[in-house]
Every structure is written in C-alpha cells, then in structure tokens.
T-cell receptor, first 115, second 110 residues
Framework: DTAVSQTPKYLVTQMGNDKSIKCEQNLGHDTMYWYKQDSKKFLKIMFSYNNKELIINETVPNRFSPKSPDKAHLNLHINSLELGDSAVYFC??????????????FGPGTRLLVL | TQLLEQSPQFLSIQEGENLTVYCNSSSVFSSLQWYRQEPGEGPVLLVTVVTGGEVKKLKRLTFQFGDARKDSSLHITAAQPGDTGLYLCAGEAGRRALTFGSGTRLQVQP
C-alpha cells in the first residue's frame, strides 16, 4: 500500500509541450506539497495546499499550475515546457493540524526530461 | 530567505569509519529534520529534533540540534555500505514548508 504515489515515474517530452503529473496520498493528510529537485539534488518547495487551498506558492513561473480536486490529490500541470524544467518532481503530504505535527511523506518522484 | 548549508557535499569513506555531516544556517528553526534519499526514490525521514541541544540516537546514527536551533549535525559510527545515500537536513519555521539543505552524498566502500 503506497502512501504517496505519483504518475508517471518518467516523462520525456519536447520543449513547448504541455504535461501533467498526478499525485495521490492515502494517509488522510490535510496538506500536500510539490517540490523540485534539480541536477545538484537541491530540493526546493514549489507549492503547498492545505485542504484543497493554496497556501504556499514560491517563486514559480505561472506556466506551472497546481490543482487539488480533493484533499487526497494534488496534480501539477506545466505549460510550454522549457529545457530548464528538466528535474525530478516530488509530491509530499503531511498532517499539519494538531500537535505534534506528523512526518512528511514523499512520493517516489517523477523524472521529467525536456528535449 | 532561509538557507541551510550542508558540509561536506561529498564523502567517500571505507566501511567501519566514522563520519560527521554538518547542517548550518543563520536562521532559527522550530525543528530540524534529517532525511536519507536513495537513488530513484523520495527522501525518507530519519529523525526530527525540536529542542535546542537535543541529541537523538538511531542505532549507529547520532543527531544533535544546536543550542541556538540554527545548526545540526549527524554522526555515523562504524559506517556500513548500507549507509550510502544522499543525506538531507531540512528546517521548519512556523507553518511554512520545509527548507532543505544542499545535501551530502555519502558513499561507504566495503
């Protein structure tokens, strides 16, 4: 039983295309995140949703649009893909209400390569 | 912007050696977490430290949070090949998402 799952695991596409990555968590957590890990393994927050509402939107180009249809899902749509978008994208979830805060769980990552 | 600097960036040692990884910041964090990430997988939480000066042990791994809650260290005793991986520290301040360090790639040779 996978706690946080992402699809697809690998994505190879041409510059200028539009693509989506999906994420689902079955932990009943109230908060979900998208992180980007670059080639130097630096992991940086992109977005955070709490109960379907956007609460963090770090300096990310508006070509990236997250969507949370319900609290168990957080998808990431990317328009007009650029070479610099190539990276590994991780979804994560965590229960942030209540004390103490629980562990943040990461998905297996989506390896995006833009050619 | 809160930054976490990890050192060293790369470490290659022989099985049985000891090592320490450092995570430093000029910012204060309410908690600090250490993760290990293996190739092709997401980071997995090892430990969370919350109190300044706190020391936590996980088998051969010892984690310490600095008194001022700005820095942390991870010490591994008698490293094993299974300890190979990318070690990431991450700081939490308020209700924002985690701020991750630059990572330390550890390779333990048999």
């Amino acid at each position: 039983d996978t706690a946080v799952s992402q699809t697809p695991k690998y994505l190879v596409t041409q510059m200028g295309n539009d693509k989506s990555i999906k994420c689902e968590q079955n932990l009943g957590h109230d908060t979900m995140y998208w992180y980007k890990q670059d080639s130097k393994k630096f992991l940086k927050i992109m977005f955070s949703y709490n109960n379907k509402e956007l609460i963090i939107n770090e300096t990310v180009p508006n070509r990236f649009s997250p969507k949370s249809p319900d609290k168990a899902h957080l998808n990431l749509h990317i328009n007009s893909l650029e070479l610099g978008d190539s990276a590994v994208y991780f979804c994560a979830s965590r229960q942030t209400s209540g004390v103490p805060r629980e562990t943040q769980y990461f998905g297996p990552g989506t390896r995006l390569l833009v050619l | 912007t809160q930054l976490l600097e990890q050192s060293p960036q790369f470490l290659s040692i022989q099985e049985g050696e000891n090592l320490t990884v450092y995570c430093n910041s000029s910012s204060v964090f309410s908690s600090l977490q250490w993760y290990r990430q293996e190739p092709g997988e997401g980071p997995v939480l090892l430990v969370t430290v919350v109190t300044g000066g706190e020391v936590k042990k996980l088998k051969r791994l010892t984690f310490q949070f600095g008194d001022a809650r700005k820095d942390s260290s991870l010490h591994i005793t008698a490293a094993q090949p299974g300890d190979t991986g990318l070690y990431l520290c991450a700081g939490e301040a308020g209700r924002r998402a985690l701020t991750f360090g630059s990572g330390t790639r550890l390779q333990v040779q048999p």
